[in-house]
């Protein structure tokens, strides 16, 4: 420890900042479209006003949905966004671009009402009250079965209704609608094959997560937009569409007492439940579209996009980024194991007809052969390149929070390999929970930590700073550090407040490995030292002494 604080004093330059950042919800420019591991806009912008002034270069290698970018623009920094993933890009870019808000409303409005006027009888259902037919707003299906629906009549208010003859036959209609459209080859859907590590259920390609009436609409919608002449139009309005594909899908599973679909994914995988929803896509199109404007107004006049590049490439090759131009890195690398991105944007990606390279994803994919090997080896060449375009004595800030610790060393070796030099790691909360973190409420990381590093050739060897350890093994070292702390906090300490401070003094002191030199599994080492247990009186479920 006395070695890094050493080189923490060395740093008088450095800015300091260590301090964990209350977590703000996304405003409407954030809302616009779906990405996963989106982090807060203010943790990200103090960041940035902390280590960077006015004019300078900030760097995102694996930007998503564009926080960074985003946000470095809004405080007038220049910007380099990269992401391999042709959704994040499209994302970023239309969350930025200019837009014509005339031509934009009036070309909605062409589309909705076009589409409004083809197809809005095949959402039509009677009044269970008073027989009048009514627009429904969602359905349940059990399977391949219509069975529940539910919508408001002007006269006798909302309703919920099984299925009825009338609904069965539209349904019928639906189908040969799309089967002659799709003989004929006029209607565009998707069928690409569903990746192994994000599938779920039997749905093997991307068209069966849809209705067939669902396809007849959004095929059409989607060929109406490809038509639309000015590019940032087009290109918006595509946003607007993709956004809602998740919603008008057999992922929104069905409630069969109120029929009412929730939106969004519930996991992240392709997986579809066998009592799902249907929404009327009409007006998931409309719902989105507004959304979509509102962020859009919110950016007016805010940001300069010229400031900004976006790169749709692999991040282990930044060859259009010069040696020593960027002023700082601001990033959230992939955690390995935690999100397929490449293969949930399929989702998207294939309505809009993006080529998707696959093979250069960072990610661990045992179904793809992607091993840690190729995980690690990967970062490596991704850090190296950071080191190549960072300026001398500038920062690389990022963020992690996989408990993996194969996962970590792989990273933190790549980093410091790279001649990175570790100045601290902040814990940082998180106000919105993310996809994974959502599922498994008992045991899982709430925050983040943030890793700050310096370039600094000055330094001249990064080994010369790591911690010396003493002869006690790791997990002699780790355990006895917890059992310190299980003392102060009375025996009971839960799994995230156990982490926010195993993770940074593992990482200082370079704890990774055992004995025979295996990278040590936390989980398992905490299992044989302590019980995980839930403690009624605290209401928690944590660590506590054997
Ligand atoms: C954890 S996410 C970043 C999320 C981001 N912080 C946000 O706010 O949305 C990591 C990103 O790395 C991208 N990625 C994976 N492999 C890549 C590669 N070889 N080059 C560049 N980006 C890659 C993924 O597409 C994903 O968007
Ligand atoms: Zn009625």
């Known amino acids: 420890m006395n070695l890094i604080n050493d080189l923490r004093s060395n740093l008088l330059y450095m800015p300091k900042f260590n301090k964990n950042i209350i977590a703000e919800t996304h405003p409407s420019h954030y809302m616009m479209h779906k990405y996963w591991g989106r982090k807060p806009h203010n943790v990200v912008r103090d960041y940035i006003l902390n280590f960077t002034k006015p004019g300078d270069t900030v760097l995102d290698p694996f930007m998503g949905s564009g926080v960074v970018v985003i946000e470095s623009l809004k405080s007038g920094r220049k910007t380099f966004g990269v992401d391999l993933n042709p959704m994040a890009c499209f994302i970023t870019e239309n969350t930025i671009s200019d837009i014509d808000f005339d031509d934009f409303d009036s070309s909605f409005q062409k589309i909705y009402q076009k589409n409004l006027e083809l197809f809005s009888y095949l959402y039509l259902t009677k009044c269970p009250s008073c027989g009048k037919e009514t627009l429904f707003e969602n359905s349940v299906w059990d399977g391949e079965d219509i069975v529940k629906l539910r919508g408001t009549c002007d006269s006798c208010g909302k309703f919920t209704k099984d299925a009825d003859n009338h609904d069965h036959k539209l349904i019928k209609e639906s189908q040969s609608i799309f089967n002659k459209l799709d003989k004929s080859k006029k209607l565009f859907y998707p069928k690409d094959e569903i990746l192994k590590f994000v599938k779920r259920n039997g749905k093997a390609n991307l068209n069966q997560f849809f209705t067939e009436r669902s396809l007849v609409v959004l095929g059409t919608i989607v060929q109406d937009i490809e038509k639309i002449k000015n590019k940032q139009t087009r290109n918006i309005l595509q946003m607007c569409f993709t956004s809602m594909l998740p919603n008008v899908s057999k992922m929104i599973p069905g409630d069969l007492d109120s029929v009412n679909g929730k939106s969004g994914w519930v996991i992240s995988k392709l997986w579809s439940p066998k009592v799902h929803t249907e929404k009327n896509p009409l007006n998931s199109f409309r719902e989105r579209f507004n959304k979509v404007r509102k962020g859009k107004q919110e950016l007016i006049g805010v940001l300069d996009n010229k400031k900004a590049q976006i790169l749709n490439i692999d991040a282990t090759n930044l060859k259009s980024i010069k040696n020593s131009s960027v002023d700082y890195i601001f990033t959230d690398p992939p955690y390995g194991d935690s999100i397929a991105y490449f293969g949930l944007s399929m989702f998207w990606n294939a309505w809009l007809k993006n080529k998707v390279n696959y093979d250069n994803e960072i990610i661990y994919d045992p179904c793809r052969n992607k091993k840690y090997e190729d995980y690690s080896s990967r970062m490596k060449k991704v850090f190296l390149e950071l080191y190549r375009v960072l300026k001398n004595k500038k920062y690389l800030s990022f963020t992690f929070h996989n408990r993996n610790l194969n ?105 990774y490995s055992d004995n025979g030199n295996r990278v040590i599994n936390i989980e398992n080492l905490l299992r044989k030292h302590l019980d995980y247990n839930f403690v009624k009186s605290k209401n928690e479920y944590g660590w506590q002494n054997k």
């Open 407 to 511: 996962i970590w060393k792989a990273v933190m070796d790549s980093v410091t390999d790279a001649g990175f030099h570790l100045i601290n790691v902040v814990y940082q909360e998180q106000a919105v929970a993310s996809g994974t973190q959502g599922i498994n409420k008992k045991n899982t990381l709430r925050g983040d930590f943030v890793y700050n590093f310096v370039k600094d050739k000055d330094i001249k060897s990064s080994n010369k700073y790591k911690v010396k350890q003493n002869d006690m093994e790791s997990e002699v070292i780790i355990i006895k550090k917890i059992n310190e702390w299980l003392k102060r906090a009375n025996g009971f300490i839960t799994s995230d407040a156990l982490y926010e401070k195993l993770i940074p003094f593992i990482v200082e002191n370079h704890l």
